[in-house]
């Protein structure tokens, strides 16, 4: 593929390098939104199909994105969300452990306090340091998972610098304890390839502003067997078997909706939200997950060589994801500073990242700091120039 730059409404003198922090919009996703505000102002063009119709179009193509099918598909409004979902479902006792990864995204954390309340506890497999980091990192994490464990909860690639982990052999892993396996691929959906058929986790969650480029305020969960009964966090109407009627929503009903639609937020029947989530599954889908993570590769391969060559570390593509990846800086490195001037390196150890990242910005080059790395995240607008100006400002740190 070659550069989708002119798809999007980016300044000409702006590197925007940060989609892990947000996706701009497609104008095509853009278009959808505008278009579904304005017919929501004339609710008589709204009938009874249009709480679900559109709604069936998106889980299905939703479905797609992780070689799953349409029934165990809910569309969420966050990620917190979907995980809420699935905490609600797990009882856990005193002395099991959580097996989380450091320096996890908060909303991954936070869904678990239930279970801590219960008595179980986190058991935080941190990032080690030196050669080889990802494979280490992963042979920790199955270390980690023993027969106490109730739940093991991660993220496909490090939300602060992309570092892959194997899901299969942690789904493998998980199973043979008996451990519920939930995953939050917010930053990866889209781009690197998932397969709920060869992980087998209990539950996978998305988020779509990201990596999806769609809006914020709608995503979906995969959800597996373990969560077909489960009693959803929303008691809607709307997820009511035989709700598509009108005219009989007083003849109330116990039954759910089939499949996961249980724990659909009601927030699927938001107009501009839905169209806009369909409108950027189509636009990922005419890009296709394979050539963007082929195209990120290319465009970005020549500024790792020359970062690496200033003192950065960067970690090795099998290592991480394409579209996000962290700079650790060179020892004395103001990484704040950096992070103000880029986004996803990891810098020499004593960079300040903070005077890093405004130096940056005042370059017109957004990047975010995350821990102690700077997060680099392009996607399909981004091209070679992009990292060539990121590279020649840190050469001016």
């Known amino acids: 593929m070659t550069c989708r730059r002119a798809d999007f409404d980016l300044p000409e003198d702006l590197v925007y390098l940060n989609s892990a922090y947000m996706g701009p919009l497609p104008r095509a996703v853009r278009d959808a939104g505008a278009a579904a505000l304005a017919r929501r102002a004339q609710p008589w063009q709204l009938g009874a199909a249009d ?23 809910a569309l969420v409004p966050t990620a917190a969300w ?44 941190s990032a080690p340091n030196g050669e080889q980091r990802a494979a280490r990192w992963n042979a920790a994490l199955l270390e980690a998972i023993d027969a106490d464990t109730v739940l093991v909860a991660m993220e496909q690639a490090h939300w602060t610098d992309g570092t892959l982990f194997d899901l299969t052999a942690v789904g493998r892993r998980a199973r043979e304890v008996g451990a519920w396996f939930v995953i939050d691929a917010t930053q990866t959906v889209g781009v690197m390839p998932l397969d709920v058929h060869a992980v087998q986790p209990d539950a996978l969650v998305a988020h779509c502003y990201k990596s999806m480029l769609s809006n914020y305020g709608l995503g979906f969960a995969w959800y597996g067997p373990r969560m077909q009964q489960g009693r959803p966090t929303e008691q809607s109407w709307l ?39 369909e409108a950027a599954l189509d636009y990922m889908s005419g890009c296709g997950a394979a050539r963007i993570r082929t195209y990120l590769s ?12 200033r003192g950065w570390r960067v970690a090795d593509e099998s290592e991480r994801a394409p579209n996000l990846f962290g700079l650790q800086a060179p020892k004395g490195t103001d990484l704040e500073r950096v992070r103000t001037l880029l986004a996803g390196l990891q810098a020499p150890k004593g960079t300040d990242l903070e005077r890093v990242r405004t130096l940056l910005a005042q370059r017109r080059i957004h990047v975010s700091v995350r821990g102690s790395v700077i997060r680099v995240s392009p996607h399909v607008y981004n091209t070679p120039n992009d990292f060539a100006r990121l590279l020649d400002a840190l050469g001016h740190l």
């Open 51 to 73: 709480f679900f119709e559109p709604a069936e179009r998106v889980r299905a193509q939703c479905a797609t994105l992780v070689n799953g099918d349409a029934e165990s598909i």
């Open 82 to 125: 979907g995980l809420g979902c699935v905490a609600a479902q797990i009882q856990a006792r005193a002395g099991q452990n959580i097996v989380v990864l450091g320096e996890q995204f908060p909303s991954n954390i936070y869904a678990w306090q239930p279970l801590i309340a219960q008595g179980a506890h986190f058991r935080v497999v």
């Open 239 to 277: 997820l009511r078997q035989g709700a598509q009627d009108f005219a009989r929503l007083v003849d109330y009903q116990d039954a759910y909706a089939p499949g996961m639609r249980r724990f659909d937020s009601s927030t699927r029947a938001n107009p501009v939200l839905i169209g806009m989530l």
């Open 298 to 309: 290319a465009i970005s391969r020549a500024f790792v060589e020359g970062v690496r060559t």
